[in-house]
């Protein structure tokens, strides 16, 4: 863990907010850009992009409660608004000149109510397979395309069993098990995760989820009224496959949106970065050039 000085020194960092300590990790070099992943309670490490880093600085969040991040105090803390907080003591800890944000999934959710707190604070956000809104309407229709799964693949046998796994994983109440069910619903967050099996097999091996107290209780998440308010210039990607953050979602956020650009991952699901990593790049790499020359000029 670096005790340097220099917040934006390559490693890992830990700095205190609101007395709780905050993990983070820094690689690549660029334009900072803040990357918060999904969940709540998703380890960070699914979300590495070692492509981006040879264009960005990425500055990868533990949120808190997971990995070596703190907890707080309260289970009615962990709520959008808090996690939000949180990035913010981030952003003025840095002290960059300019920082783009990432928000994968759930840490879209956190993303967006950043952008429309501090409405100046960012370069360019990225929405990556996220949605303005969850509640009923939004968990049917994941629910009903999860348990389309086995009819897409008939010829995997694991996979009739992941719709159940997926419910059960929703209900955990301890660490290991929120884990081991997340591991065994993975394969319904890509596009045909069975025809890359042995290279994802790792990934899978690696994932770490701790419960968020706040999952089943946390008021439905919906801000498509105010989306008209974010003028930072904003990308929103999603994968043609995702079954959670559909394309649907994606392009309510574009239409809202003002200043915004929107791309769709045709082989991907839930996670472009890695099934697609060259286009999931490069349109982030494009998007942050243009954000960057249209904030200095």
């Known amino acids: 863990m670096s005790p340097s000085s220099d917040p934006l020194m390559p490693g890992t960092h830990t700095v205190s907010i609101r007395g709780v300590l905050q993990r983070y990790h820094v690689a690549g070099a660029g334009p900072v850009c803040l990357v918060h992943p999904g969940g709540p309670g998703l380890g960070w490490e699914y979300l590495r992009i070692p492509d981006l880093e040879r264009h960005l600085t990425l ?95 008939p010829d995997q046998p694991e996979a009739a069993g992941i719709p159940l796994a997926f419910r059960q994983t929703l209900a955990a109440t301890d660490n290991e098990s929120c884990t081991q069910g997340l591991r065994a619903v993975l394969p319904a967050y890509f596009a045909d995760y069975w025809a890359h099996e042995s290279d994802l097999g790792p990934l899978r091996a690696g994932l770490r989820a701790w419960v968020d107290p706040m999952r089943a209780a946390e008021p439905p998440f919906d801000v498509r009224d105010k989306l008209g308010d974010i003028a930072t210039p904003t990308l929103i990607i999603n994968g043609a496959h995702d079954f959670i953050c559909g394309p649907h979602w994606g392009q309510m956020l574009h239409q809202s949106i003002p200043n915004s650009q929107f791309v769709l991952l045709h082989d991907s699901g839930h996670m472009g970065h890695i099934e697609q990593p060259a286009a999931f790049t490069a349109a982030i790499a494009e998007f942050t050039r243009e954000a960057s020359r249209a904030a200095s000029s």
């Open 59 to 153: 500055v990868y969040l533990e949120p808190i409660g997971t990995g070596a991040s703190g907890h707080l105090p309260r289970p009615q803390d962990y709520r959008i608004d808090t996690y939000a907080q949180f990035l913010h003591g981030l952003v003025d800890h840095l002290a960059a000149p300019s920082v783009f944000l990432l928000g994968h999934s759930h840490g879209g959710f956190v993303a967006q109510r950043y952008a429309l707190t501090h409405p100046t604070a960012l370069t360019g956000l990225i929405l990556f397979d996220t949605s303005p809104r969850t509640g009923q309407e939004f968990w049917n229709e994941a629910l009903a395309n999860l348990d389309r799964l086995p009819q897409r693949h």
